[in-house]
């Protein structure tokens, strides 16, 4: 049987080092891989059960064709015979084998096998001495000049009823060197004849065997791709409806809902699918709900607190005369400067709510002119008193066409300005760069910087660093709205620290195609 070599290399990543990615084609070469393992071993074990049935056939015939001329010609010889004798018995084998080519020896007692002609193949001497051992015909499979052989060895017995010498009725069935172990009916006579014949044919119907199974194994897999590809658009239709119905629930259709026919695996797989999609609708509608609900209740809070803060915003303006004349006594007037400036704070975190709140309502009004980021600066600075503060430097040094809200960038600028005032350490730099398409505002103190930590969190509501001083940074609202204002104005708001120390916040805004004059 011819052997089959497969080169099988195992990765650590796969079965094999360059295994294919997609499910399609993995399932397809499964599939293959499988129809070619069952076609293998199909026609390995038919090989198995053809060749030894062919052999067991030349096997059986050649014992009884051996057998009859023997029968035939036994009787005829005188015992004991001479080596004359024996070798015209071997020519008679030979001459009565005919297309078998038989290559006929004789022996008599066990001495050594006369053949009639010098080319005769040699008998094994396994083969001698089980047929002495064991008296009975004995066969065996040989391999003389690169050819298979098939050798023989049957001893003649004397019959009980007439004193003729005759073969063994024993019928040998061995593929190595098994002895028949039949009994016999007459006392050998010491005669015993081994006859060797090639098995060309029989390997020939062999190699054809192998030849044919070759020849159909290439149509056999062809033919297996066509299921493959079926089993394969079977899996992963459902795989792929799946992977759609995910991709629109990423993409924010929480009420998508698949199909799932059938009772395998897969429509397991989609009945599951369908119930966490509804579970993440109706969270999603559970968590809007309650999100509207905060705003709402924030707006509301918020809009209910201006009026009472109006009055006593009008209320400690008198109060801080009184303590400004001196008329108040000291206790007195340290408590009226308490309560007006927690007044003024709350006043300013309500009106910091109502602007949350028109953010989270998408009715923030945006009134774009084409502006000189230079001159917003100006403004900004000038507008809170910080133009001619020692703490703070403008660095302006050319001109910066933008199109935003002036007013929405001056609340940007004063809140980054502010921050770092309170938070860092002076000189306080706001400077203005030009970088191609797009115009920069970096504002940078001195300070201690933004713990690692708290960087990500920086523009998140309410959100303070120092959550130890929660009194100490304001309502921790100015990033957030700051950050707000940059997007409806198209712009970018990043925070980062300084390489020598201290925080840095980056606007980044849009360029103007044309440079407004500065006022």
Known sequence: MRRFRLPLRFAASGFWPHAPRGLRVRLVVAFLLAAAFGALLTAGLTFHRARAAILDRAEETAVADLRTQLDSLAPDLTLPPTAQDLRGLTRQIDQAGGARAWHASASYRGGEPVAASAGTPPVPDELRRAVQDGGRAVHQRTEHDGRPWLALGMPVAYTEDSGDTGTDTGTGKDTDTDADTSADAGSLSGLTVYAVFPLDDDRADIDALVTAAE????PALALALVPALFAARSVLRPVRRLRHGAERIAAGELDTRLDAPGRDELADLTRSFNTMAETLERDAAELRRLEAGARRFAADVAHELRTPLAAMAAVTEVLDEDAASGVLPADTEDAVRLISEEVR????????????????AKAAPVHREDADLRTLVTKTLQLRGW???????????????????PRRIDVVLGNLVANALHHGRPPVTVAVRVCGDLVRVTVTDRGPGIPDEALPYVFDRFYKADAARPRSGGSGLGLAIAQENTALNDGTLT?????????????????????????
């Open 215 to 218: 020849a159909g194994a290439a």
């Open 495 to 519: 925070a980062a620290n300084h390489p020598d120390g201290g925080a840095v916040f980056t606007l980044t805004l849009p360029a103007a195609a044309s440079s407004p004059g500065t006022t």
């Open 387 to 405: 133009a001619h503060d020692e703490r703070l430097r403008a660095d302006l040094p050319e001109p910066a066409p933008v199109r935003v809200d």
């Open 345 to 360: 704070a709350l006043a300013r975190t309500v009106e910091d709510l109502m602007e949350v709140s028109r953010f989270d």
